[in-house]
């Protein structure tokens, strides 16, 4: 194929290393993807929690997060991904109990190359949102960084399709944290027009990898299987067709973020349909879809008028992607005194740079 081949990045948690996950899972991969894919597991840098400065027992809720860190693994796949051999059209991001933490905060840096899926298996994020269970010498800020690492999570890119696996009676990833960490993320996807995180809840101890309760399994985390080794897991990972989502049991439900926060408030939000206009679009559009010869049309369009709407010319995953470049761009074009680049309160794309080639 000569967009080469799909690429996954899968994030392990702390109890695999990435080369297991690579050489001892390969044949695993292989017989559960429905085409040849490019695998990529990076390694932990030691004493890390991925992005957290301590991978001692309590070092998800007891160190700080590292955003440079986080950046640069961003950026590290972002250049994997123009690599000859890739299809940047289909970068899929997955990863279990720790490695799913890893993947929230990747989307989180607004860095990582357009993602067309994710997978989140045992996900937990940094701190919690309660101080059930924890010795009082270990309370000091733990809702705090969960507050913190929950409103990053509700400025993240978006992505077509978001899966979270999660068993109910997981006792290192207490649904309960869970619960609060996908309602970020599904708040962002409203947010962005995008589809809500579709959650699979494990609730049978048969379903688990190795049965639930059971001598090599009391913590009821051993689902890595259960989540990713499914042939449909990677078709949507990869842009093809999602599985159905199915209803959360009754007594379990997501924990939405506060929308009275002011901190969280002040998040850029999308609008999900066009604002009201008196233009007559469809005079000025053309389907390259629906239009024979859609290239003169529009061209014979632009020409009359100075510009053409072209409909169903990018995919879902590529209009997020110019989406969240707009975005970018107006942030630093309003800048942090807001003093206008078109006179005092007034912004432009059009003389925001030197080219005045912006999108207008």
Known sequence: DARGLPVAFFFPGLGMDSRYAILGKYQEWAAA???????????????????????GHWGWIAGEFRPEAANLVAAW?????????????RVGLFGFSAGAYACCELLATGRMPQVTGVGLGGVHGHGQPDLDDLPTKRREGVVEKFADF???????????????THANSDQQSRWEDAAAVLGALTARQRQLGLPEVSV?????????????GSRKNKSHHEYFGAAFQRTEFFVALFGGKAPPPSPLPRGLS???????????????????????????????????????FWQEAAFAIFEEHGFVIVKDL?????YTSVLRDCERAAKDIVGSDRRGNRGPG???????????????
């Open 33 to 55: 993807a429905p085409e040849p894919f490019i695998v990529v597991a990076p390694n932990r840098q030691p004493g890390r929690w991925w992005f957290i400065d301590d991978d």
């Open 77 to 89: 796949a972002q250049a994997l991904v123009g690599r000859p051999g890739v299809d940047v059209d």
């Open 150 to 164: 929950t409103r990053r999570l509700s400025q993240h890119d978006g992505a077509p399709w978001i899966e979270a």
């Open 200 to 212: 699979r809840i494990i609730v049978d101890p048969e379903q688990h990898d190795i049965a639930a």
């Open 254 to 292: 997501l924990v939405l973020p506060d929308l009275d926060d002011p901190q969280a408030a002040a998040v850029a939000r999308a609008p999900l349909a066009p604002p009201p206009t008196s233009l007559e679009v469809e005079q000025y559009s053309v389907s390259c879809e629906d239009t024979p």
């Open 314 to 318: 990018l995919k879902l995953h590529q």
């Open 346 to 360: 007034r912004y432009s794309f059009g003389v925001a740079s030197a080219t005045g080639s912006m999108l207008h």
